[in-house]
T-cell receptor
Framework: SAVISQKPSRDICQRGTSLTIQCQVDSQVTMMFWYRQQPGQSLTLIATANQGSEATYESGFVIDKFPISRPNLTFSTLTVSNMSPEDSSIYLC??????????FGPGTRLTVL | QKEVEQNSGPLSVPEGAIASLNCTYSDRGSQSFFWYRQYSGKSPELIMFIYSNGDKEDGRFTAQLNKASQYVSLLIRDSQPSDSATYLCAVNRGNTPLVFGKGTRLSVIA
């Protein structure tokens, strides 16, 4: 299984600012994804991070709000732009390959004031 | 719309009993089925996956899949208080994003 790290682990941000979350995998992986998890809720997929091309966003999520980069097969970033209190959540990176199993990073707990 | 349904619980079982967690899915094209365990404040941890109809056992855990009924379950034998967590069912079509259920909260009572 892949070992995934995320930075920062948590942050408190002011409304209107942006935060970039980094995700590092210890081995090359085919697939990387970004999820959001509201308190007490399940995971919601934000986008698939595609290596060398634009991310594929799910309904309700747009590139201007959540720009994503994936410069290589082990690293991705998610930026939460122009933040509002509604963006307060846990943001999770996952990675996978092969038959589809995915492994998750420890998450980034974001609070927007 | 692809959906994965789970009973939110809480499911309470006594220590040493069998916990049975159930999940149904709507996408008949689903190929891979996963169970994740999530402790409060932690990220999901993959505990089982199954691709073929039937049972798959790993230690105290057994995953069961019935594609005709679009049903997947997880059995936990000899339940321990440390098994208390939210269990998330997830499915995909191979190398596609996982679709998650809302999770079942399990409480094992000592």
């Amino acid at each position: 299984s892949a070992v995934i790290s995320q930075k920062p682990s948590r942050d408190i941000c002011q409304r209107g600012t942006s935060l970039t979350i980094q995700c590092q995998v210890d081995s090359q992986v085919t697939m990387m994804f970004w999820y959001r998890q509201q308190p007490g809720q399940s995971l919601t997929l934000i986008a698939t991070a595609n290596q060398g091309s634009e991310a594929t966003y799910e309904s309700g999520f747009v590139i201007d709000k959540f720009p994503i980069s994936r410069p290589n097969l082990t690293f991705s970033t998610l930026t939460v732009s122009n933040m509002s209190p509604e963006d307060s959540s846990i943001y999770l990176c996952s990675a996978g390959q092969g038959a589809g199993e995915q492994f998750f990073g420890p998450g980034t707990r974001l609070t927007v004031l | 719309q692809k959906e994965v349904e789970q009973n939110s619980g809480p499911l309470s079982v006594p220590e040493g009993a069998i916990a049975s967690l159930n999940c149904t899915y709507s996408d008949r094209g689903s190929q891979s089925f996963f169970w994740y365990r999530q402790y409060s404040g932690k990220s999901p941890e993959l505990i089982m996956f199954i691709y073929s109809n039937g049972d798959k056992e790993d230690g105290r855990f057994t995953a069961q899949l019935n594609k005709a009924s679009q049903y997947v379950s997880l059995l936990i034998r000899d339940s321990q208080p440390s098994d208390s967590a939210t269990y998330l069912c997830a499915v995909n079509r191979g190398n596609t994003p996982l679709v998650f259920g809302k999770g079942t909260r399990l409480s094992v009572i000592a």
